[in-house]
């Protein structure tokens, strides 16, 4: 195995894991949110929004609902979630351009 | 005078402690701590608390710091905020679209598509985050 497939390999695992953790914190941030929205679902809508495309339906949608204030143990774990999400996005990209690169270079 | 000054004017007045308010409008001291100290603003439900547990007016409180005006506008007006995201995301669909088809008329681009792969990830990136610190 070369170098150049040893990265790719190694930089897709990265981009893996970094969109795996990206939806997983979209997801609790969305139960989180919508609970607090008092949404019917919670739980749907956090499946929903794992795809990031729809999150932009879900923020017009939302709008709708007033949202109660969060108790400050909600607020610490929005706060947690949304600095793992920034993480997970910041690996996700090193990893996408660093897959790339390999695999455009080892060509 | 900045809300700050006043915030901590108010709970001294009232003979509390940044515990005791922290415990009754249900955020942490140190929430608290970065209000007094102009580190963070608060948002509009906890000004309406604060002028309760402080019984002082929310026009004493809120009118004479622009800078507090300016952050309850950003925060309060998310009409305008998703405007500006749909639009941002709109534009960046756009340029990565033009920048397809420029590519057509590019010669010997064996590193534009490229740079636009990467451009993309990082501007997707960016978006991302724009829209999860939403929440």
């Not at chain 1, 790719?8 to 929205?37: P, W």
């Not at chain 1, 339906?57 to 709708?64: A, D, H, M, P, Q």
């Not at chain 2, 709970?11 to 929430?31: C, D, H, N, P, Y």
């Not at chain 2, 088809?101 to 990830?121: D, E, K, V």
Request: some cysteine.
């Amino acid at each position: 195995m070369n170098a150049y497939l040893i990265s790719a390999i190694s930089f897709g695992a990265m981009t893996l894991a970094g969109s795996v953790s990206i939806a997983y914190q979209i997801y609790q941030m969305t139960i989180i949110d919508a609970k607090a929205r008092g949404f019917k679902h919670p739980r749907f809508w956090g499946i929903f929004n794992t795809d990031s495309n729809n999150y932009l339906l879900y923020l017009i949608v939302r709008c709708r609902y007033p949202k109660e204030k969060l108790s400050e143990k909600a607020l610490r774990k929005m706060n947690h979630y949304k600095k793992a999400a920034g993480i997970s996005i910041i690996f996700t990209c090193i990893g996408g351009i660093g897959l790339f690169l390999s695999l455009f270079l080892g060509n | 005078m900045e809300i700050a000054k006043k915030l901590k004017e108010a709970r001294k007045q009232a003979g509390m402690t940044q515990e005791e308010v922290a415990e009754k409008i249900l955020v942490s001291r140190q929430t608290i701590s970065n209000w007094e100290n102009a580190k963070s603003y608060p948002d509009i439900m906890s000004v309406i608390e604060l002028s309760d547990l402080y019984a002082i007016s929310l026009d004493t409180l809120l009118k004479g710091d622009e800078q507090m005006i300016k952050h309850l506008e950003e925060s309060t007006d998310m009409v305008t905020s998703n405007k500006k995201l749909i639009l941002a995301i709109v534009l960046h669909i756009l340029v990565v679209a033009v920048l397809l088809i420029l590519q057509a008329f590019i010669p010997n681009s064996r590193f534009y598509l490229p740079g636009i792969f990467l451009l993309m990830t990082i501007t997707s990136s960016f978006l991302l985050y724009q829209m999860i610190k939403r929440f």
